[in-house]
């Protein structure tokens, strides 16, 4: 294999040029959809206005950017690599001996960059921008919202009790307030609250019942809560503090989308989340998602080039190109698929996460071999 570092150099640069193009457009065609939609949400709500609806649309620019990244380096590097190929550039560098492997490094580092950028930069700007748009959409644009709309009534919440017996578990259940936990009020407030204390051998110790319950820095605090021990006789109505690691941001944040929490900040959270009983799955699902990520890059830049450096006088460039993107659109369908069958715990979340990356990038290596020594 000849390495060819200038040449690689210059096809690195069309292929950004293209790819940053495909991107921006791609970016803002969706988002303008988006607007428009919520332009027409908006249409029945006097309070909120055209500033509104911009200022919500153009916070969720970066978390459309992030979905359409991986489809802007493979529709960017189609583009790129088939102007290439028209020109007869590259027809030129293989017939000087140079191998596709040895100019499609460039490429690739580029893709590259692309995915962890993506993944260390525009998620945790996405995430922090979109929870805003979030915020702003659920106390504007929508009927129902908070955490009471979420959670279907009652609310279920498991965490560790380490105040009667070593292991101990604690679930509480309660009916959230309406309003509480949200700006500018930050307390969280639960209505008839039920708390079971359990063993590490899930055997009941206590059972505490109040009709109210706020929650604190580090402590639920029960209001005229009576305690029932393992003789079930009740004690005196009295105020009670028990100690947790929950926050209202914590308890609202589980129930609204992964997207809105940065990718630093996902590793602990889901710790907590499965400590106080929620699900983490579909977190897991995004956090390997966004490992897989740069992989994903590589493997579009790849496909591109494979499907995009025929040269025109064999024909048939059209359908090499549809193909390609038709390549892009089963892999994304497999996405949803793998994602649905993790989300249900049907699959292993990694495995769901990185089957559809994995096997483009197979497709791609196996396309790029066939053209290149088969």
């Not at 319950?213 to 021990?229: K, N, S």
């Not at 460039?317 to 069958?341: H, P, R, S, W």
């Amino acid at each position: 294999m000849t390495l060819a570092p200038t040449l690689s150099r210059y096809v690195a640069r069309r292929f950004l040029a293209a790819t940053a193009a495909m991107l921006l457009g791609l970016t803002l065609l969706v988002s303008l959809f988006d607007f428009i939609e919520l332009l027409r949400r908006a249409a029945t709500r006097p309070e909120a206005g055209f500033a509104l609806v911009a200022q919500i649309a153009g916070l969720r620019l970066p978390f459309v950017a992030l979905q359409i990244l991986p489809f802007a380096i493979l529709l960017g590097g189609i583009l790129a690599f088939w102007r290439l190929s028209r020109s007869s550039e590259l027809v030129v560098a293989r017939a000087a001996g140079i191998s596709a492997w040895g100019f499609l490094s460039g490429p690739v580092l580029v893709a590259l960059a692309f995915g962890v950028l993506g993944t260390v930069a525009i998620s945790p700007l996405s995430s922090a921008m979109l929870a805003r748009a979030e915020r702003l959409d659920y106390a504007y644009l929508r009927t129902s919202a908070g955490l009471s709309a979420l959670a279907g009534g009652r609310l279920w919440l498991r965490q560790a009790d380490r105040g009667l017996e070593p292991g101990g578990v604690a679930i509480l259940s309660g009916r959230p307030v309406s309003g509480s936990g949200l700006p500018p009020q930050q307390e969280f407030v639960l209505a008839e609250v039920s708390l079971w204390r359990l063993s590490a051998s899930d055997r009941p110790l206590a059972r505490i019942e109040a009709p109210r319950a706020r929650l604190l820095p580090g402590r639920w605090v029960l209001e005229d809560a009576v305690v029932f021990g393992p003789d079930r006789v009740p004690s005196p109505p009295a105020a009670i503090a028990f100690p947790t690691e929950l926050t209202p941001d914590r308890i609202e944040t589980s129930f609204a989308s992964p997207d809105t929490l940065s990718f630093w900040a996902l590793p602990g959270f889901i710790r907590v989340l499965e400590q106080a009983g929620f699900s983490a799955v579909r977190h897991r699902m995004h956090f390997q998602g966004l490992l897989a990520l740069p992989v994903l890059a590589v493997g579009m830049a790849l496909l591109a080039a494979g499907f995009s450096m025929r040269q025109a006088r064999r024909g048939g460039v059209a359908q090499m190109i549809g193909a390609g993107v038709a390549a892009g659109f089963a892999l994304f369908v497999l996405d949803k698929i793998t994602g649905e069958f993790g989300e249900a715990g049907t699959l292993p979340v990694a495995l769901a996460a990185w089957a559809p990356t994995l096997a483009g990038l197979l497709l791609a290596l196996t396309l790029l071999l066939h053209l290149e020594d088969g």
